[in-house]
């Protein structure tokens, strides 16, 4: 054999080991598995659930479900940080997870697109799952990404208005403001100023404040952020410019940015029994469902009611929406296990009970339309009203796209410069955040 | 020619043996460097000098896309000049202070006469905090509402700042933070102004010499390569200035972000953001490594300037000392 011949079959025998490496690095995204699924397997499940009640609830879930299936095994690994899935999917091998669940919805146009994350849609087929019927509007669409349906919802998170019933009742309010005409004139009139500051705020619309940030209050305008072809529709649409007006407003009615900026700077933090609506220095304030389990946890003295988050006065019809977002949970398409995982992710998703009962454990809201409807949800007032708001075919959410959250980022950005005044024109800094979208998108594409 | 050409030609052979036995010889003398070297500083060096050239978001195989992360960087990406300036702004503000404040630590600690260990422990114990608890404790101490500095300083009727949430204020806050830990160098320069031969002092004195005089003519030479490490170690920690910048701008904004979300970057308005942040952020929030790959070689570019400036200047100092 020559010299030259000897490279050159090294030269091959070296591409076509690269060739394999790389294409070996994610399996099928099809959802083409085929090992045997009665096969008796250790599946590993990663999820960042880490508080001791949660991970006893989403345990008991994997109980119940190893007893449906017996041959599947379910190694939970808890704590995991995105940070940590990322790796794990990019390296794959042995110890890498086959099912994992991560909180935030941002990354699934990523886990889409690259593939992390195999295509649920032909398991769904297979299953006869109908996806459309199965689970709400909102879940659907940020489980997926340009119809890759590459994760599934597993319990959801609703937003509504949380208000103080003593306060109300002491400024003579007889109940929940529905439009955002109520929410102004009862945040004015439950606002007390004190000094620079105030001894007490009706509602605090300033955007770094807790869970006021853009994306929750746009909700209810119901924008729509890009466009089919996948551009940005931000400066198009009249949605958002109209909930970022609302908010300037309210911001200047309330006394102006910096007032309303050192309140915010003085409150407790968010996730605390220092938080400013727990410890009675806010009359009304927007905030998931899990706010009242704290709530009710805490040594706090607050009366509290939960209603639906204002809506438009000229959308008074829809009033009953809000933003909703949630846990999703995927299969690796690393894992060799694929239809093993996907009896897992069936069972953690779709059925009802295994729904219910894990939504009930940790106070969080069932995400099929089925668990949604089911009596064996909880029926404390307060938390119905999350299910109304999650059940309400207005609700929305916000899409995913294939750079994480970078368009909330640029969205947020700007609702920064205008509600303190560094950005006057608001039609302007819509098209510029739009092109700055666009821009960010083209670059990871 | 003849004649000289046949020994040598005898000769070559144990000649050229021995040299490539000295050769090896070297060679493995060098080999932990040269593998540590290639492992852990140019093999990372060129992979991130490639991928920057690649369009690559970590689990995909990279893509070669030309100039395009530059551009992007360089031109598109809104946060990038800012957190330029901030991190030049810390280099030359936050690394002078930390010299000069470990100097004057340094000489107060070895010309007191009672107590100097217990102010040595005093000021030596901030550096051991680890970074996060110091922040934390920080945004506490400086909230402007409740914190107390603002309290006290209220109490005596003086209109405090804002601190973390200032933009005006928030990079002076950093630099606080940065001089309450720095008992590091204050050991250093204790150690190297015990050094100094009391008799040049003596003398100095017996000539008429002041403080000021003595302090410029003795001591400053004498700290001259201290200084000099001082300052390039300090410029390449502020390059790599990280963990007390996210950690307040997040703490102080008030939204600690979820596990995978984004955040808004260097709160208050910028302020804090500085350029080791857009390498987390464009490469794990936003999935371009390519870009943060460009960020992470200007860092390097810059290391590379400032600590070849500065030895140039040092090997002027250092040779002034022979």
């Known amino acids: ?445 | 020619m003849t004649l000289t050409a046949r020994p040598r030609t005898r000769r070559n052979p144990g000649l050229r043996r021995r040299r490539r036995r000295e050769r090896l010889r070297t060679l493995a003398f060098l080999s932990p460097w040269l593998l540590g070297t290639g492992l852990f500083f140019l093999y990372p060096l060129a992979t991130t000098a490639y991928l920057s050239f690649t369009r690559y978001d970590g689990f995909v195989s990279p893509r070669w896309d030309g100039l395009d992360n530059w551009t992007f960087v360089f031109h598109d990406y809104p946060f990038f000049w800012p957190a330029m300036r901030n991190t030049l702004w810390f280099v030359v503000v936050l690394v002078t202070l930390r010299i000069v404040a470990g100097l004057v630590l340094g000489l107060l600690v070895i010309h007191v006469k009672r107590g100097h260990s217990t102010l040595r422990t005093i000021f030596y114990a901030p550096f051991l905090a680890p970074p996060v608890a110091g922040t934390l404790a920080f945004v506490f101490l400086l909230n402007p509402g409740t914190g107390p500095v603002n309290t006290i300083l209220a109490h005596f009727g003086v209109s405090a700042p804002n601190w973390f949430n200032d933009p005006s204020w928030s990079k002076p806050a950093l630099t606080m933070l940065a001089l309450w830990g720095v008992g590091d160098l204050m050991v250093i320069f204790m150690a190297a102004l015990l050094d100094v031969p009391r008799e040049l002092y003596e003398a100095a004195a017996l000539d008429g010499a002041g403080a000021i005089r003595r302090f410029r003519h003795i001591t400053l030479p004498h700290l001259r390569p201290i200084l000099l490490f001082a300052v390039i170690t300090g410029v390449i920690a502020t390059m790599q200035y990280y963990t007390e910048p996210i950690v307040a701008g997040q703490v102080a904004s008030g939204q600690i972000a979820g596990s995978g979300n984004q955040f808004e970057p260097g709160y208050p308005n910028g302020s804090t953001l500085t350029l080791p942040q857009l390498v987390y952020n464009l490469g794990f929030q936003r999935f371009d490594i390519g870009a943060a790959c460009v960020v992470a070689m200007v860092l390097f570019v810059l290391s590379m300037v400032f600590a070849a400036f500065l030895m140039g200047r040092g090997h002027g100092f250092l040779a002034g000392e022979d």
């Not at chain 1, 119940?64 to 095994?73: C, G, L, Y």
């Not at chain 1, 939960?306 to 929406?321: C, E, L, N």
């Not at chain 1, 897992?344 to 949604?372: G, R, W």
């Open chain 1, 1 to 445: 054999m020559t010299r030259h011949l000897r490279r050159r079959l090294a030269g091959t025998a070296l591409t076509a080991a690269l060739a394999l490496a790389l294409t070996a690095c994610f399996g099928s995204s099809k959802g083409g598995a085929n090992d045997n699924p009665n096969a008796n397997v250790t599946i590993t499940f990663w999820h960042g659930w880490s508080a001791p009640s949660e991970v006893k609830a989403i345990q008991a879930t994997i109980d119940a479900f190893e007893k449906v299936h017996p041959n599947i095994h379910v190694k939970a690994v808890g704590n995991i940080t995105d940070d940590k899935i990322n790796q794990a999917l990019r390296a794959g091998g042995p110890s890498a997870p086959d099912v994992v669940s991560s909180f935030t919805t941002d990354n699934v146009g990523e886990f889409c697109t690259s593939h992390a994350f195999v295509d649920l849609t032909p398991f769904l087929e297979k299953s006869g799952i109908d996806p459309t019927t199965t689970f709400p509007g909102p879940q659907l669409s940020y489980t997926q990404y340009n119809g890759d349906q590459c994760t599934l919802p597993l319990l959801s998170d609703a937003y509504g208005l949380y208000y103080n019933k003593d306060m109300f009742k002491a400024a003579g309010i007889s109940g929940p403001p529905k439009t955002m005409s109520e929410l102004d004139a009862d945040a004015v009139k439950l606002t007390k100023e004190s000094g620079d500051t105030y001894s007490q705020l009706g509602f605090q619309p300033d955007y770094h404040f807790y869970e006021s940030t853009i994306t929750h209050f746009a909700a209810q305008w119901g924008p729509t952020y890009f466009t089919s072809d996948g551009k940005s529709n931000v400066g198009n649409d009249p949605a958002l410019k109209s909930a970022m007006e609302w908010q300037k407003n309210l911001v200047d009615k309330l006394g102006g940015y910096s007032r309303l900026d050192k309140f915010r700077t003085s409150a407790g933090e968010e996730f605390s029994n220092n938080n400013a609506f727990m410890t009675g220095q806010v009359a009304m304030m927007i905030d998931g469902e899990w706010r009242a389990g704290m709530i009710d946890d805490s040594n706090s003295k607050v009366d509290y009611g939960v209603a639906p988050f204002p809506v438009p006065d000229d959308m008074a019809d829809q009033y009953g929406k809000g933003y909703i977002t949630g846990t999703i949970v995927g299969i690796a398409s690393t894992s060799d296990k694929q239809n093993a995982a996907w009896e897992f992710v069936k069972y953690l998703t779709t059925d009802t009970d295994a729904v219910v009962n894990f939504a009930n454990a940790i106070h969080n809201v069932p995400s099929t339309t089925a668990a949604l409807a089911s009596p064996k949800v909880s029926q404390d007032p307060n938390f119905q009203q999350f299910i109304k708001i999650a059940s309400n075919p207005n609700s929305s959410t916000t899409p995913a796209s294939p750079n994480g959250g970078d368009y909330q980022l640029v969205l947020q950005q700007l609702g920064y410069d205008y509600e303190s005044g560094k950005q006057s024109d608001l039609q302007a800094g819509l098209d510029d955040a739009a092109k700055q979208i666009d821009t960010n998108i083209a670059q990871v594409q």
